[in-house]
């Protein structure tokens, strides 16, 4: 099955830098999703891109998709410290969801 | 999200033992996931249920099995537990019709010995 693969594994920036994460899958995709997670908890939904669509934003959160290179980036504005989480993209596949190994994003006030 | 809970939020067990992780929902989705969570591992599907009659296997759904009792319960049981079973367990929640983003719960902490 196709999976998303996050780049960087990890990431560590000072609060009020822009964070940026990448995405690249394998497959023709319907939609990619981003979701964060806080240490050892659910994810929660940040935002969805669909394959007709090129950039989408919500709050600080920046997403674009480029399907001919198969990859989606999201940059988080100005971050804050409770902005450290991983972050996973999740592509469709099917009826069901993929996910990456996500990155670890650490915010240092 | 308090809509999709979890129970029991850690457990511990010895190999060889039967064990089940139960999942509610209030949300009124129709489908359910259960996810396996490894470190550097990301999230991997052991299971799907697009109804109550619908089950489906996901990527890695062997040494597990689910049973979907309801259209807001989902559960999921390890009929004879071993340590590489050892993850965090996270059900999930979908409606298709409305919204294709994935609701979790807060999950459940496993430890086999």
């Known amino acids: 099955s196709q999976q998303g693969e996050e780049d960087p594994q990890a990431l560590s920036i000072q609060e009020g830098e822009n964070a940026t994460m990448n995405c690249s899958y394998k497959?023709?995709?319907?939609?990619l999703q981003w979701y964060r997670q806080n240490s050892g908890r659910g994810l929660v939904h940040l935002i969805l891109i669909r394959s007709n669509e090129r950039e989408k934003h919500s709050g600080r959160l920046r997403v674009t998709l480029d399907t001919s290179k198969k990859s989606s980036s999201l940059l988080i504005t100005a971050s804050r410290a409770a902005d450290t989480a991983s972050y996973f993209c999740?592509?469709?596949?099917?009826?069901?969801?993929?996910f990456g190994a996500g990155t670890i994003l650490r915010v240092k006030s | 999200d308090a809509d999709v809970t979890q129970t029991p939020r850690n457990r511990i067990t010895k190999t060889g033992k039967r064990i089940m992780l139960e999942c509610s929902q209030t949300k009124g989705h129709d489908r359910m996931y259960w996810y396996r969570q490894d470190p550097g591992l990301g999230l991997r599907l052991i299971y799907y249920s697009f109804d109550v009659k619908d089950i489906n296997k996901g990527e890695i759904s062997d040494g597990y099995s689910v049973s979907r009792q309801a259209q807001a319960k989902f559960s999921l049981s390890l009929e004879s537990a071993i340590p590489n079973q050892t993850a965090l367990y996270f059900c999930?929640?979908?409606?298709?019709?409305?919204?294709?983003?994935?609701?979790f719960g807060p999950g459940t902490r496993l430890l086999v010995l």
């Open positions: 999930a929640t979908s409606d298709l019709v409305s919204d294709e983003t994935q609701y």
């Open positions: 497959t023709s995709i319907n939609n």
């Open positions: 999740a592509t469709d596949d099917g009826n069901k969801l993929v």
